[in-house]
């Protein structure tokens, strides 16, 4: 299985601040139709996780442009600008390049 | 709207059956495909498996010898199985939709918590 790696576990921010999260994979995302499926999530408590950012950089429907992703291969990275207290919770980076589809183990980012 | 909800029983025995069901609108299960993703009390996700909007299934090796994943369309459901479940097996249970080719979970139902005690 694709091992997704994610850092930091945690990461406080002050509001108003950027920051960014890190996702490597164990081998790489690119997959034989020449696309990388690499996402990335957002889980507030108690809800179901939304998607952000699909295939490495493309934001989501309502996503704000605080949020953008890059990467490419197996190193990827989710920017978030300007935090907004709605943005705190945990984020995921998922691959469905390779089957099982497999996610990162979260990075809970809190306030400082 | 699109929407996607999770029924089932909230506790079940060791070593029995979880049997949930995810019950879909405002997109048809023949042209979707519909997953299933969970998520142990305080930690991370995992895929479980899928259903293809033709039918076809594939499962996460780890679950494969436990799980099955069928659907009723005519009732716009979507069904998963899974036996011999251990106290581990505890967690919210996820359904999610993918469009074809799309290959991200773009629509999540709510989640179903199970506990797997005696």
């Known amino acids: 299985d694709v091992l997704m790696t994610q850092t930091p576990v945690s990461l406080p921010v002050s509001l108003g601040g950027q920051v960014s999260i890190s996702c490597r994979s164990s081998?790489?995302?690119?997959?034989?139709?020449?696309?990388?499926?690499l996402h990335w999530y957002l889980q507030k408590p108690g809800q179901s996780p939304q998607l952000l950012i699909y295939?490495?950089?493309n934001r989501f429907s309502g996503v704000p442009d605080r949020f953008s992703g890059s990467g490419s291969g197996t190193d990827f990275t989710l920017k978030i600008s300007r935090v907004e207290p709605e943005d705190l919770g945990v984020y995921y980076c998922?691959?469905?390049?390779?089957?099982?589809?497999?996610f990162g183990a979260g990075t809970k980012l809190e306030l400082k | 709207q699109v929407q996607l909800k999770e029924s089932g029983p909230g506790l079940v025995q060791p070593s029995q059956t979880l049997s949930l069901t995810c019950t879909v609108s405002?997109?048809?299960?023949?042209?979707?495909?519909v997953h299933w993703v969970r998520q142990p009390p305080g930690k991370g996700l995992e895929w479980m498996g899928r259903?293809?909007?033709?039918?076809?299934?594939s499962y996460n090796s780890a679950l494969k010898s436990r799980l099955s994943i069928s659907r009723d369309t005519s009732k716009n459901q979507v069904f998963l199985k899974m036996n011999s479940l251990q106290t581990d097996d505890t967690g919210t249970y996820y359904c999610?939709?993918?469009?074809?080719?799309?290959?991200?979970?773009?629509?999540w139902g709510q989640g179903v918590m199970v506990t797997v005690s005696s």
């Open positions: 081998q790489s995302l690119v997959h034989s139709d020449g696309n990388t499926y």
């Open positions: 295939r490495v950089s």
């Open positions: 998922l691959q469905s390049t390779h089957f099982p589809y497999t």
């Open positions: 405002g997109f048809s299960l023949t042209s979707y495909n």
């Open positions: 999610t939709r993918v469009v074809r080719k799309s290959y991200y979970f773009d629509y």
């Open positions: 259903m293809r909007y033709n039918g076809d299934t």
